[in-house]
């Protein structure tokens, strides 16, 4: 088991579904109230990752953080290195990567918000900030767990994205999915399925805590 | 009691002027309406699409109006002139929604603390125990909406709404699923409630009963216009346009042309649906073959079985009982007079002591002045 591979994997997961709640929510409150005619476009664009293959999302990414793009040579001017292959490039990939499973889980909790209960709230005197706070986040929980959960779960397993943007440099970019690539190539099998179980457990625990939470005990049987 | 309110209360008038166009299934909606509520009760009476619930929303600020002006006491929210469009959280105008929309993640206590989210957590506390124990349902603070029934959440709404002091109270059809006992209950709290407050409350409602209830004054709308306003006796018990007739309860309608003025009497004959039924009316502003609208109660007609002799009644019209049919307390009798068909309204009782039955033959009898005559 190649713990600090697990231990940044986590850290990783970790930042990128966190900072996925401060950028998705703002994301899907616009993508669930704007009226904006082309607002399907940037509906297109945000659920794009779900489709693309990784290496194709990780080699843009390549491309804009790499030393040439303004991205990266901004950067560089200030912080001394370029952004790809380091960790904070992976957190940024991870954010592209993951972010619709946090957006489309929050946009679908924020739309099944009655809007009656916004125009009450209006009613009495709260600013549409407010109303959002007061009602809408509290009644869109279980949305707002579940896209925490599949982009942190999401995150976890990435493969492609990492390999593109982070290369392999062991304790900086290398994940749990490229130990086990890495184990498979060297005929380490042992290894490779121990870590492999680690991933399958946990991708377990996070997917039944979710479902857990969000169970609806007074759901109705089957319709017969 | 407007009458009775003191001068300075036309401060808080609510005055509203709209002018709306939007889609509608059966081609574009006209709105537009001019009015004045004062302090206490005004209702907004009409059928389902006549506008009443736009109004309340663009006064409420969640419906913004193509054009007009609206404001309380002088003070503009919508003033389309001057481009003036407050945005509806900062109107303090309460509204109650007809489907109440408490928030179903809060307590019945929370619910009602929730516009006064800015007084410290005593004051919060205090307030809305205290309007609560107004409106009796004290009891009921820590449960949450789910567990309290129909009449308790139209009582927690109401006291939602009305913690906040509202300038203006807009009320739509807040206790249309209430029993009638509850409701007089509610109103009699809210009546108390105002007696303090004194602010306008608009009453949107399609109920008779309600009007006449609650009605200090009474706004009947008709596919986007404002037909009759007045107090409840004047607009409701005496039609002048057909609109109010339908909408208060008359059961016969018919054409009529008029055949006979007779101005020693104050009264005029009238065809009835071509014929040959003719009626003894009212006098009104009419000429010889004027076509009007006559409209006429079902539950001022009286039915008899033998030839009536010595009424004051001055229409006795022969007809045939062509079907009876008991809708709770009371019985619909349709008589057939020579193809203009009646509809008459009869206790259980009198149908028995009759023995009524369908096919009978029966005498109608109809008071001059239950004929309510109208411009067709």
């Not at chain 1, 930042?15 to 009226?35: D, E, K």
């Not at chain 1, 896209?147 to 900086?172: K, Q, R, Y």
């Not at chain 2, 009453?203 to 107090?231: K, N, W």
């Not at chain 2, 014929?275 to 006098?283: A, C, D, Q, S, Y």
Request: hydrophobic share 45%; with cysteine.
């Amino acid at each position: 088991m190649n713990w600090p591979a697990f231990w940044l994997t986590v850290r990783l997961a970790v930042i990128v579904s966190s900072l996925l709640v401060v950028i998705g929510i703002p994301v899907a409150h616009w993508l669930t109230y704007s009226r904006w005619r082309w607002k399907f476009l940037v509906d297109a664009v945000v659920a794009l990752p779900i489709v693309l293959p990784p290496t194709v999302l990780g080699f843009y990414v390549l491309m804009a953080l790499g030393s040439r793009s303004p991205i990266g040579r901004w950067w560089e001017s200030l912080t001394g290195h370029t952004l790809a292959f380091t960790f904070e490039g992976l957190v940024i990939g991870s954010l592209i990567y993951s972010l619709p499973f946090a957006v489309q889980p929050f946009a679908a909790g924020f739309s099944a918000v009655d809007p009656r209960l916004l125009r009450a709230s209006a009613s009495l005197g709260q600013s549409p900030i407010r109303t959002f706070v007061r009602v809408v986040l509290p009644l869109s929980k279980s949305g707002l767990i579940t896209g925490f959960a599949l982009s942190f779960a999401h995150t976890l397993g990435e493969f492609g994205v990492v390999l593109m943007v982070g290369g392999n440099i062991p304790g900086v970019t290398r994940t749990i999915s490229i130990d086990i690539y890495d184990r498979v190539q060297a005929a380490e099998y042992a290894a490779a399925n121990l870590t492999a179980l680690v991933l399958l457990v946990l991708s377990f625990l996070i997917l039944s805590l979710v479902y857990g939470i969000n169970r609806r005990p007074w759901a109705m049987g089957a319709w017969k | 009691m407007s009458e009775a309110a003191p001068a300075s209360s036309r401060s808080s008038d609510l005055e509203v002027r709209i002018r709306k166009r939007y889609p509608h299934p059966e081609g574009t909606f006209h709105l537009n309406v001019h009015f004045r509520a004062k302090p206490g009760f005004t209702i907004l009476f009409g059928a389902s699409g006549a506008g009443k619930t736009t109004i309340l929303d663009s006064i409420a600020g969640l419906d913004g109006p193509d054009e007009g002006r609206i404001s309380i006491g002088g003070e503009d929210f919508v003033d389309s002139e001057k481009k003036v469009n407050v945005p509806a959280w900062k109107r303090r105008i309460g509204y109650v929604l007809q489907d109440l929309a408490l928030f179903p993640h809060l307590t019945a206590e929370q619910n009602v603390a929730y516009g006064i989210y800015d007084l410290p957590f005593a004051d919060r506390r205090r307030r809305s125990r205290e309007i609560l124990r107004t409106f009796r349902v004290e009891q009921l603070h820590g449960r949450h909406i789910s567990e309290i029934s129909g009449g308790e959440r139209q009582r927690v709404a109401l006291a939602r709404t009305l913690i906040t002091e509202p300038r203006a109270l807009l009320l739509d059809e807040p206790l249309a699923a209430l029993d009638r006992r509850a409701k007089s209950h509610i109103v009699d709290d809210l009546r108390a409630w105002n007696r303090a407050h004194n602010v306008p409350i608009l009453y949107v409602t399609h109920s008779r009963e309600e009007v006449f209830a609650l009605g200090e004054q009474v706004i009947v709308l008709d596919a986007g216009r404002i037909v009759a306003q007045g107090p409840p006796h004047e607009v409701m018990r005496a039609p002048q346009l057909e609109t109010v007739a339908q909408l208060s309860g008359v059961e016969n309608l018919f054409d009529a042309v008029v055949i006979g003025i007779h101005e020693d009497r104050g009264t005029m004959t009238c065809r009835v649906n071509r014929g040959p039924v003719e009626l003894e009316t009212p006098l009104v502003h009419a000429k010889i073959g004027s076509k009007l609208r006559l409209g006429i109660r079902a539950g001022d007609l009286l039915l008899a079985i033998e030839t009536p002799r010595g009424l004051s009644a001055r229409n006795v019209i022969p007809g045939k009982i062509h079907k009876l049919e008991q809708r709770d307390v009371i019985v619909s009798a349709l008589v057939d007079c020579s193809g203009t068909e009646f509809e008459a309204h009869l206790t259980l009782a009198a149908r028995e002591s009759l023995s009524l039955s369908e096919g009978r033959k029966v005498w109608i009898v109809v008071k001059t002045y239950s004929c309510h005559l109208m411009s067709a």
